[in-house]
């Protein structure tokens, strides 16, 4: 299989499926969209022109380019036009009873050496897989929202999954100008799952009545770097949206104490206060004035910020310790999926290893909680006195 002029399809036209249509077809590819509502693929028609006419007005295409990259795609309601693609990416609703009804169809009408891709966020791939006669062609092909600009890529293979199949879906995705990493078949991957304590330690914090939102959202992005603060990324990701995604984590982890969702979010859920999208969440943005100023105290702003950032280094040694992704690849899955201005394991090597442990040992002697457990990779690292690879 050639990695130029393919034959793409994608099915569900939404947000992660025209974006990546979009890559596809920009790489040159021939792309066939399919969605069950034809509504959908309107939009996702103007979508694709409105956005490639901006590129062309911005000099980030050649002038008549975007005309051509759209004459590259096609929309369909109908999923056996996908019968001739190599590369199929399913990007539906999360839902696996949905997922797996697509993929048993794709099983007949795809072509027998198409692979057969889910950008699913929190599912099986092996799952998904299952519901393929040859499941050794399906794999995870996970992008981040918006799919053409978000650099990283995590390529998730099942236990199912033939070696040759992730080799080429890596090298069909570089070749498309993603950083690619590889992440073992378990929930969240490597994003999802590393910036889980992002959320659930700023709002422990706040519950706890240590600072508020504000504050603590002023400690992450003024101290520590990061773009945005949980309570803004949060407000902006919906709270529907994020504590679904905690709860599935949660429950897919035999509820590790770790993952606990928390009562904050449920009730801001609960109350409608989803966040941007509808004018309140743990900011009003209806009445922005209303919003409290953070209370900038260095001290108490650092102290905010390890507390979250050992939470997180702790994730990421775990996530090594378990064999989930190398190093390497669970730095650049924070770089560049999520922009953290550092990689999680190089910045516990730049804290030091021993801080960490000692850290995370008084954190789970004050407050008894199994959610404070340091991970065994670091502790046996600090008795070493060894650093991350990288
Ligand atoms: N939005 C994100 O930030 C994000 C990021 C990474 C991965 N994902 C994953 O990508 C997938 C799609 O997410 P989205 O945000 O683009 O969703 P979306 O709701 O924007 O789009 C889903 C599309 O699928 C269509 N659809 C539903 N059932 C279908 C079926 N049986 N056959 C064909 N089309 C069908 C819908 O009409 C809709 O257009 C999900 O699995 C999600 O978890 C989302």
Aim: glycine fraction near 6%.
């Amino acid at each position: 299989m050639e990695s130029t002029n393919m034959k793409i399809g994608i099915i569900g036209a939404g947000a992660m499926g025209s974006g990546i249509a979009q890559i596809a077809a920009t790489q040159e590819h021939t792309v066939v969209i399919t969605d069950t509502h034809r509504s959908a693929l309107d939009k996702s028609q103007k979508g694709h022109a409105k956005i490639l006419a901006r590129l062309v007005e911005k000099g980030r295409l050649e002038q008549g380019q975007d005309h051509e990259i759209l004459r590259r795609i096609s929309y369909s309601t109908n999923l056996n036009d996908l019968a001739e693609c190599d590369l199929i990416i399913e990007a539906v609703v999360e839902n696996l009873a949905v997922k797996k009804e697509i993929f048993k169809n794709l099983s007949d009408l795809a072509k027998p050496d198409a692979i057969l891709a889910s950008n699913t966020s929190s599912l099986s791939i092996a799952s998904i897989g299952a519901a393929v006669e040859d499941a050794s062609r399906v794999i995870g092909i996970h992008f981040f929202n918006p799919a053409p600009l978000m650099p990283l890529v995590e390529i998730i293979p099942a236990i199912s999954t033939a070696p040759e199949v992730t080799k080429k879906a890596k090298e069909m995705i570089d070749a498309w100008g993603k950083t690619t990493v590889l992440a073992k078949d378990t929930p969240g991957f490597i994003v999802n799952r590393l910036a889980r304590p992002f959320y659930g330690e700023a709002v422990r914090i706040y519950e706890e009545g240590l600072a508020d939102p504000a504050t603590i959202d002023w400690a992450i992005t003024e101290l520590g770097g990061f773009r945005m603060g949980p309570f803004t990324l949060m407000d902006f990701i919906g709270h529907d949206v994020n504590y679904a995604v905690t709860e599935t984590v949660f429950k897919a982890f035999y509820f590790d104490p770790r993952y606990r969702p928390n009562f904050t979010q449920k009730r801001l859920v609960e109350a409608g206060w989803l966040g941007r999208k509808t004018g309140r969440g743990f900011y009003n943005y209806a009445e922005e004035t209303d919003n409290p100023q953070p209370q900038k105290d260095e001290e108490l702003g650092q102290h905010i910020l390890w507390r979250i950032l050992v939470m997180l280094i702790n994730e990421a040694a775990d996530a090594l310790y378990l064999n989930i992704a190398s190093a390497e690849d669970i730095d650049l899955a924070m770089t560049k999926g999520v922009n953290y201005p550092k990689g999680l394991l190089a910045w516990a090597n730049e804290k030091g290893i021993a801080h960490c442990v000692e850290t995370l040992d008084r954190l789970q002697s004050e407050y008894g909680e199994d959610r404070y457990r340091c991970s065994p990779l670091l502790r046996k690292m600090a008795r070493e006195n060894t650093t991350f690879k990288l």
